[in-house]
């Protein structure tokens, strides 16, 4: 049998496991991050080029709706790019450092094929990641599932960009549930809303927002 002591020793061994535990499960994404305050001047809507902002796009009670068709024009009559009603963080471009996205996202059930968010620009490609639905379900573009069953319901979404580490990491309610090496460095900006993937869309596409913010490092 152990002593006294040993038994003191093992109890204080398994508290602070525990202790560890806890403080790596409630461990928030945004720690040791500066947030950047966002005015609206810095939510520049980006919508179908032929329609008034009203139809394709709302703030109500602290909740920004954006939504599209499939058949919408571009956002500029001179682009040949899917439709899009997004949010695009104008004034906040950065290309060093490390930079995240926080906000609250809602995805009614039908909408498929339609990017939520994203980070725009990269040294190889248009972009750095595309967080999809499809089916309810996020995709890294149109490929490895990242989370599912995510219709009619609100949740936390946190996405992290290391530059100068090359990485980039998604959160869902506070959880870690994917990271992937970044394309190069670039001109660099956050988006959210809508915007077509190539294939495989609905005819309605929507997300919702709300508490929508920029941290850095």
């Keep these: 049998m152990m002593s006294s002591s040993q038994q003191y020793l093992v109890f204080l ?11 790596l499960c409630t461990t928030d994404p945004t720690d040791g991050f500066i947030n950047v305050p966002l005015t609206e001047d810095n939510f520049e809507i980006q919508r179908p080029y032929d329609v008034p902002l ?3 796009y709302s703030y ?8 599209v068709y499939a058949d919408d024009k571009p956002h500029d009559p001179n682009s040949h790019t899917q439709p899009r009603t997004e949010i695009r963080i104008h004034g906040l471009d950065y290309s060093s450092g ?6 609250h996202a809602f995805v009614p059930n039908g909408t498929s094929g339609a990017t939520i968010l994203q980070i725009h620009g990269a040294s190889h490609g248009a972009t750095t990641i595309i967080l999809r639905i499809y089916g309810g379900d996020m995709r890294y573009y149109s490929g490895q599932v990242m989370a599912t069953d995510l219709y009619d319901k609100w949740f936390r979404i946190n996405l992290i960009h290391d ?3 090359g990485n980039v990491t998604v959160f869902l309610d506070g959880a870690q549930v994917f990271t992937t090496g970044d394309q190069g460095p670039g001109d660099l900006y956050f988006k959210c809303g809508v915007y077509a993937a190539p294939e495989n869309i609905s005819y309605y596409m929507e997300s919702r927002w709300r508490d929508i913010k920029i ?3």
Excluded at 13 to 23: G, K, N, P, Q, Y
Excluded at 60 to 67: A, E, F
Aim: with cysteine; proline share 0%; hydrophobic share 40%.
């Design 98 to 103: 490390v930079w995240q996205f926080e906000g």
């Design 54 to 56: 009203e139809e394709r």
């Design 13 to 23: 061994m398994l508290l602070l496991f525990i202790t560890r535990c806890v403080l």
């Design 163 to 165: 530059v100068d580490g």
């Design 60 to 67: 109500k009670n602290g909740t920004r709706r954006l939504w």
């Design 215 to 217: 941290y850095k490092k």
